[in-house]
């Protein structure tokens, strides 16, 4: 089919070159755009196209591109990656526009319509702090603003993960605390959200992208040894496949077979997580069967696979994962088996349909192309998202505690547990007994006093397993506690409390209003609107039913009311001062407090910020940062700076939150200035094992231990070691030479100090 050129008054104002680049940028959207495009459809984005290149016709990117890429791009990512339509098309094109050029959200309406509209509303940010409010992040603030829009179109946090991930793409230009931001931002909410969605390549390519920025080092090199053993796995998966190919032609089946690499970001946290180098791990790929099966009877087909392979080769029992029978939350079904290869190597498979395999990568999108299939007609897609609009529709706290509960509730690992009839409930990892209760039924979680799970009585307060089979134990003369709050994880738990204890304090309403008149008249008050509104904001209650109820149990008295009113010389008014008693919310722990015990005054962090020579910081002791790491330091009002290690968890929370406050910082080089560092030995117990660790760092390297701790069990020692030195080019020469002494199997440093 011949393509007819467009012409576009406002290509006019860039080169040719970048005429050029900016068509095919668009022919390349059309040609990946897979769902319908009828001639309407076709007419609308195109109309989104043009608006778009004359809006952003004379913005450039840090690059020095033309700004109209970035749309093209994040509406190709929708169209061909996520697998989304004409209407995410739109909005991708023309996410930037409202922010960013003179053009309203009327205009959008009007030549698109409200639909179009209210989804670029969601993707805009909230660009400045209304004067004199308690706005603490205006980070948190805009994810509260983008999670939001999950309650009424979920393709506004789809196109949103769509720009994330092309600026993750051209993070490059950007400077070094921009990425960082940046990066701590998609590894924190973006990535795990992509992965609740469904979009798993999508999640893998953010998180190694974030894992670029923040720990650049570990990311080339396993770049660099999965490179370097390619080729030795290819001809070992070969020969793995050999036997399962000539099984699965006899039995007829149809498969593709892949072999996927897994993402260096999990490979990074398999190292970390079990102490080993990339050499010791064994699942750094995945060999994928992807059947051609009918959705009637893909399951069947999927274990018939799956006996094939276990028929060749003996499987790790341990490591079967059943995402079939069970899908996860997200909807993602798959089988997953580990089994031992005839060379003695564990290999990793998955087995699964076409169906499954689209609904593995492209996730939401591909979730509703197959709804109404008879696999797929009860999803955990739904129930997630209906859990989303419950936990939106009841949390009114502040934008962070606001993200740290969507994080907590939504984005963590599930269990599975199950009723006394076998009905399936699925919930947050951690969740308790009274969750349960309450995720069942509001009067069963207020009435709760116990649970017997696996027919043994546990306390309310017993976290759950997966597996678990729960019977909830009731009392009609149990009523619901503010304590429960302490050990209930789930938001329907915690809206569902909040609801009942406010059912019960209603119920002193009358109790409560005639003990108050009462008072009001001993110290000559009138019971009036004003008056109670000021009582109800110097006792910081939440209003009338709580006032009724606290007075009632004589929590608020005839003294108390006589301190919060005091009478001011001369007038009838009174002055309301703050209850004791009032619950206020937590302050939100933003950094280390203490500054770590060092023994000489002169250990301490040299740290500059630009235009600034003398400033006072604390280097924190949760990533214990030492000269040569990359640093970076967050400044709060009223504290002095705090200084973390760039990978830090901490920092990358703080950095997410609160991207405003952070500060560019360097150590400065002074030999003479030392730090505390912590290393964990793993070796064989022997004699002379610790002279010779002692002898290497004390006597050859001439450097001061600190503290020495051992385990000893069984033949292996475990020698924790805390020592001064200056920087980590130092630290490092001292691993490997600890490393080369004789009976040494493991070394790692370690990111907190047991004795800071």
């Known amino acids: 089919m011949k393509r007819i050129p467009m012409k576009i008054t406002a290509l006019d104002t860039y080169s040719p070159a970048e005429r050029s680049e900016i068509l095919r940028h668009y022919r390349n959207l059309i040609d990946v755009w897979h769902t319908r495009k009828d001639t309407t459809d076709r007419w609308m984005v195109r109309k989104a196209f043009r608006l778009a290149v004359e809006a952003h016709k004379d913005m450039r990117r840090r690059s020095g591109e033309p700004y109209v890429y970035h749309p093209l791009e994040v509406a190709t990512i929708a169209a061909g990656e996520i697998g989304l339509g004409r209407t995410s098309i739109i909005c991708a094109l023309l996410h930037d526009v409202v922010e960013d050029t003179e053009y309203k959200l009327s205009d959008i309406s009007a030549m698109f319509g409200e639909q179009i509209a209210r989804i670029i509303d969601g993707l805009t940010k909230i660009d400045t702090m209304v004067e004199g409010s308690d706005v603490e992040s205006l980070q948190a603030e805009n994810f509260r603003k983008i999670l939001l829009t999950l309650s009424y179109d979920v393709r506004v946090i789809l196109i949103k993960l769509a720009d994330r991930l092309h600026n993750m793409r051209t993070l490059d230009s950007m400077p070094p605390l921009k990425q960082w931001k940046i990066a701590s931002e998609t590894s924190y909410l973006f990535a795990p959200l992509a992965y609740r969605l469904g979009l798993y390549a999508i999640k893998s390519e953010l998180e190694d992208l974030a894992l670029k920025y923040t720990e650049p080092t570990a990311y080339a090199s396993i770049k660099k040894n999965l490179d370097e053993s390619r080729e030795e796995r290819n001809i070992l998966v070969e020969q793995f496949l050999d036997p399962i190919k000539e099984s699965l032609n006899r039995m007829g089946v149809k498969v593709r077979i ?93 087995i699964r349909s076409d169906r499954m395999d689209e609904v593995a990568e492209k996730g939401y999108a591909a979730y509703w192309k197959y709804k109404d299939a008879p696999a797929n007609s009860e999803s955990g897609l739904d129930e997630w998202l209906t859990k989303v609009r419950e936990v939106m529709s009841s949390e009114d706290a502040s934008a962070l505690s606001f993200i740290n509960n969507f994080k907590l509730n939504l984005f963590s690992d599930e269990i599975f547990v199950f009723t006394p009839k076998g009905e399936m409930i699925s919930l947050p990892k951690g969740a308790t007994a009274l969750d349960f209760a309450f995720n069942i039924h509001s009067n069963l979680g207020s009435q709760c006093i116990g649970a017997n799970v696996n027919h043994k009585l546990v306390q309310l307060n017993h976290v759950l397993k997966t597996g678990d089979q729960v019977e909830i134990i009731t009392s009609k003369v149990q009523i619901p506690k503010d304590q429960w709050f302490d050990f209930i994880v789930t938001a329907r738990a915690k809206s569902r409390l909040n609801e009942a204890i406010r059912e019960l304090r209603k119920t002193f309403k009358d109790e409560g209003r005639n003990k108050l008149e009462g008072y ?126 760039v990978n830090c968890p901490k920092a990358t929370l703080l950095m997410t939150q609160y991207g405003n406050n952070i500060v560019k910082a360097k150590w400065k080089q002074k030999e003479d200035i030392v730090f505390l560092a912590g290393l964990k030995i793993t070796g064989i117990d022997s004699i002379g094992f610790i002279y010779r660790i002692t002898d290497l760092v004390s006597i050859q390297l001439g450097l001061n231990i600190r503290n020495l701790q051992l385990e000893s069990s069984n033949g292996v020692v475990i020698a924790f070691l805390t020592v001064y030195v200056s920087n980590v080019k130092k630290l490092k020469d001292m691993i490997d030479k600890l490393q080369k002494i004789d009976g040494v199997r493991k070394v790692t440093r370690l990111e907190r100090l047991a004795d800071a």
């Open 258 to 350: 892949l072999i996927a690499e897994k993402s260096s970001s999990s490979i990074w946290n398999r190292m970390k997580e079990k102490e080993i180098p990339f050499s010791e791990v064994y699942d750094t790929y995945v060999v994928r069967f992807i059947l051609e099966s009918p959705v009637e009877v893909e399951k069947i087909d999927c274990w018939r696979v799956y006996a094939a392979i276990t028929t060749i080769y003996k499987p790790n029992n341990e490591r079967l994962r059943d995402w079939i029978s069970l899908p996860k939350a997200n909807g993602y079904e798959s089988l997953h088996a580990t089994v031992m290869s005839k060379a003695g190597k564990w290999i990793e498979v998955q």
């Open 520 to 645: 009001f008249k001993q110290l000559n008050l009138d019971s009036s609107k004003a008056n109670i509104t000021k009582l109800i904001d110097a006792e910081e209650l939440s209003g009338l039913v709580d006032l009724y109820y606290f007075t009632a149990i004589d929590r608020i008295n005839l003294q108390r009311i006589k301190t919060a009113f005091r009478e001011k010389t001369g007038s009838g008014l009174f002055k309301y001062l703050v209850n004791p008693f009032a619950r206020h919310k937590p302050i939100e722990e933003v950094a280390e407090q203490e500054i770590p015990k060092l023994e000489s005054p002169a250990i301490k962090a040299d740290v500059l910020k630009e235009d600034i020579s003398e400033l006072d910081y604390i280097v924190s002791t949760c990533c214990n940062p030492i000269p040569g790491d990359d640093v970076v330091a967050l400044t709060f009002q009223g504290e002095p700076m705090h200084i973390h290690r």
